[in-house]
T-cell receptor, first 112, second 117 residues
């Protein structure tokens, strides 16, 4: 079983919809949680960064971390066609090896 | 300033040949990471460098893979005797530090797409 599980999708929504993307993980040592967006044939770009549990909002994006359930979410409000991309969750522990452990990514398509 | 750059952007090689992939991190970033992204897969950690410390090679899939970082800046990932299963996008990332917190946010380059025929 992978340390980080993420539904690969694809997820297709109409423009303006609220999108919910999720990851579950098994390693309780993970403390840093990130969401990256990756357009086709591009490198991942950081969207959201959260330390430990709680919510974080940045414009149309909200990241939630529930460490008790080992579950993280990314919500996108008022989705736009330009949001069409693959969304990768990533996480790392507080100590030791800091290399990120990624989910496999969810492909999102926002239909105009 | 400039982001992470990688070269070449695409590389096609024949099975059994050696390849070298280059990464130029963001200026001043002390930590550098290599990841591999296979078709439909998430990113798989390969190796990281932090300052002058010995690199963490724990993610390298076989002894055909090696990497070096010269002068604390540019890094080269070398794959010897390439196999078809090495076909993937190789991504490099750098971060300001490795001490925890916001400063170790990893910024990725565009990747090198390697195809082994």
């Amino acid at each position: 079983q992978k340390e980080v599980e993420q539904d690969p999708g694809p997820l297709s929504v109409p423009e303006g919809a609220i999108v919910s993307l999720n990851c579950t993980y098994s390693n309780s040592a993970f403390q840093y949680f990130m969401w990256y967006r990756q357009y086709s044939r591009k490198g991942p770009e950081l969207l959201m960064y959260t330390y430990s549990s709680g919510n974080k909002e940045d414009g149309r994006f909200t990241a939630q971390v529930d460490k008790s359930s080992k579950y993280i979410s990314l919500f996108i409000r008022d989705s736009q066609p330009s949001d069409s991309a693959t969304y990768l969750c990533a996480m790392s522990p507080d100590t030791g090896r800091r290399a990120l452990t990624f989910g496999s990514g969810t492909r999102l398509q926002v239909q105009p | 300033g400039a982001g992470v750059s990688q070269s070449p952007s695409n590389k096609v090689t024949e099975k059994g040949k050696d390849v070298e992939l280059r990464c130029d991190p963001i200026s001043g970033h002390t930590a550098l990471y290599w990841y591999r992204q296979s078709l439909g897969q998430g990113l798989e950690f390969l190796i990281y460098f932090q300052g002058n410390s010995a690199p963490d090679k724990s993610g390298l899939p076989s002894d055909r893979f090696s990497a070096e970082r010269t002068g604390g800046s540019v890094s080269t990932l070398t794959i010897q005797r390439t196999q078809q299963e090495d076909s993937a996008v190789y991504l490099c990332a750098s971060s300001e530090s490795y001490s925890g917190g916001r400063t170790d946010t990893q910024y990725f380059g565009p990747g090198t797409r390697l195809t082994v025929l």
